[in-house]
């Protein structure tokens, strides 16, 4: 298009922006318009897209980080042809597909969810990521940011990170306009201070007016014929540009004009203009490696540490499975993933101390096929929560997987404890949690969240523990194991990973009093095994749940949950981490949180009425 009819185009966007939010009564048009011309341009004459076939290998990606924008974005599917004028108007409307921020599980465009501002930029670096070293293919990566996300600390770790693996396939325009929810952005409309900043990470910098569709177009050519680096585009824009009653006003944010007839009217009048985008080159995607798997095998008796089990069927996952990608956050050494590094090194990547881009380039990499699994410490997944929840919402199929849980790591102390990791992960929407208790298994249930959806976390721990099971061993997602049974247990201990040997110490100790207890291994947090438990507690009248792990959320109350259909509750009674530990040997932690088999043993004798006379 010539420049006239971008700047057509560009009013268009912003009419459609206007009447979608009218049509709603809500919704953000003001941020819309002002990235109206940057949306023109990049529509009209460098986005190479195949609209009817948006998983094509081809295409060029693009997020709309600032989320919020929503109305813009489908203003230009709308111009696209994707969707049509109806439909533009079933903006925020039930059952509508246009909702108030985009996600893929409705529009098939969509590349990632956004709305939590500073994702879109992270979760862009790590498609960019998957486009350079795994689909190897030039498609490129279009990200819209708005200048209040600037702020966030995953912008720069994106930043950091995109400079780092010199991603010149990735552009981010910032839509620079200055204000933001409640008033003016922090730097307002100074471009020089964003330049500065991405210029210090290593990237390649344009600062343009965002009106003058001229520049913005030598801007993006700009952008395209940069090597080795990525380029970010630095637009100064005018909120609700175009229309007096709300252009560079402040107090307009996140609400419809206050006249869109006016509004519509002062731009120009409605306009029905058409884009035919640029076809992707033809691609084929590479075939990627499927092979029989052969997990590694322990045997029975052997002292084996979960992460190293982790480490070894997630390297053997690897050979079987050529989609199959690991990051870390620079702590491959303890979490493990350093063998499949040593195996796999082409799709190993290293994400260094920035778990909220480390999650986002999971994600990123998971849109474009790949199957990520991402390790860190149990702790510090906590930093990159709401990229988890975000996640969810993407419908991405994830696995990440957590080290050095509970007070069982001993002498590093709380920082380093994942003591809210299982009630942080089963609050996810539609998760899948997993804590094994010995390396068969752990090697067992790595394979298994391959074929799993949405978000899958595995725990692991640091100590070694001794091999329960055989190799051959199955262990179901959704299931659990009895480990100790008889018609004459008086009560269950529910317990997972390092607890289980702790309850299968106390009821060998308790058998020897002549009090029979069940041991059930719930290596499946959710979904737990719920008619097993319901079993136990209609056979044994009461269930004790051992976790290392704080009370709220874990597996105590995932086994709460297995009696709220209803039906009489059993006597419960939990064991879980209720102090602030510090340092200390293993034994001397679990046995201080009270959920060693010493302390297993007392609540059981407790429960049943008898005690031990020396």
């Known amino acids: 298009m010539n420049n006239d009819e971008l700047a057509e185009l560009g009013q268009q966007l912003r009419v459609d922006s206007v009447r979608a939010a009218d049509a709603a009564a809500s919704g953000h048009p003001t941020s819309s318009m002002s990235a109206a011309d940057l949306m023109a341009v990049l529509l009209a004459n460098h ?90 293919s030039d498609y490129r990566v279009w990200v819209v940011c708005g200048d209040s996300e600037m702020a966030e600390g995953s912008v720069w770790e994106a930043a950091e990170a995109a400079a780092y693996d010199k991603l010149d396939n990735l552009t981010v325009i910032v839509d620079v306009n200055r204000l933001g929810q409640r008033g003016q952005t922090r730097h307002g409309h100074d471009l020089d201070a964003y330049a500065r900043r991405f210029q210090a990470f290593g990237w390649h910098t344009v600062e343009i007016d965002g009106h003058d569709v001229a520049a913005i177009d030598r801007a993006y050519s700009e952008a395209e014929s940069t090597k080795d ?49 640029s076809e992707p080159p033809a691609a084929t995607p590479e075939k990627v490696a499927h092979e029989p798997l052969s997990l590694p095998r322990f045997d029975k008796g ?71 699994y991402a390790s860190t410490f149990a702790a510090f997944f906590s930093r990159a929560y709401d990229f988890v929840r975000m996640a969810s919402i993407s419908d991405a199929g994830i696995n990440l997987v957590g080290s050095h849980a509970g007070v069982a790591i001993g002498q590093d102390g709380p920082s380093q404890m994942g003591v809210e990791d299982l009630a942080m992960f089963r609050s996810v929407y539609g998760s899948t949690v997993l804590y094994p208790c010995d ?11 391959a074929d799993l959806d949405g978000i899958r976390y595995l725990r692991t721990s640091r100590g070694e523990s001794p ?38 110490t106390a009821a060998d100790k308790l058998a020897e009093e002549g009090i029979k207890v069940r041991v059930i291994d719930l290596y499946s947090v959710k979904p737990v095994d719920v008619e097993t438990l319901r079993k136990a507690a209609d056979d044994t009248g009461c269930l004790v749940t051992v976790e290392d792990h704080h009370e709220e959320g874990g597996i105590g109350d995932a086994v709460v949950e297995a009696f709220t259909d209803g039906r ?37 004798r407790l429960l049943v009425g008898e005690a031990v006379v020396s």
């Open 47 to 136: 986005l190479r897209y195949d609209f009817e076939r948006p998983d094509h290998p081809a295409n060029d990606r693009f997020i709309l980080s600032k989320g919020h924008a929503s109305p813009l974005m489908y203003s230009v599917f709308k111009a696209a042809g994707a969707i049509d004028d109806a439909e533009l108007l079933t903006f925020r409307k039930l059952g509508s597909r246009l909702e108030g921020h985009p996600t893929p599980r409705r529009l098939p465009w969509v590349e990632t969810a956004t709305g939590s501002l500073g994702q879109g930029f992270p979760v862009g670096v790590g498609i960019a990521l998957a486009g350079k070293r795994l689909d190897h």
């Open 229 to 277: 680096r990525p380029t970010a585009i630095i637009a100064r824009t005018l909120k609700g540009k175009g229309v007096a009653a709300v252009e560079d006003k402040e107090g307009k944010h996140g609400k419809p004009l206050p006249d869109a007839a006016e509004a519509i009217e002062e731009l120009g009048g409605p306009r029905d203009i058409r884009v035919h985008v």
């Open 302 to 372: 052997e002292e084996v540490a979960t992460r190293d089990a982790f480490g070894k069927a997630l390297a053997a996952l690897g050979t079987a499975r050529g989609d199959v990608v690991a990051l870390d956050g620079e702590v491959g050494d303890s979490t493990r993933t350093g063998v499949f590094a040593e195996e796999h090194p082409e799709r190993f990547f290293e994400s260094f101390i920035a778990e909220q881009q480390m999650v986002a380039s999971a994600v990123g990499m998971s849109a474009r096929g790949w199957l990520p």
């Open 439 to 449: 390396a068969n298994q752990t090697a067992r249930l790595v394979a298994a969240m």
């Open 467 to 504: 091999v329960i099971y055989d190799a051959d061993e199955e262990f179901p997602v959704g299931g659990s194991k009895v480990l100790r049974s008889s018609e004459e247990d008086r009560l269950t201990v529910v317990a997972a990973g390092v607890t289980v040997q702790e309850a299968l």
């Open 568 to 604: 009489p509750v059993p006597r419960l009674v939990r064991l879980a981490v209720r102090m602030m530990p510090g340092s200390a040997a293993p034994d001397e932690q679990l046995h201080a949180a009270g959920i060693d088999a010493a302390n297993i043993a007392a609540t059981a």
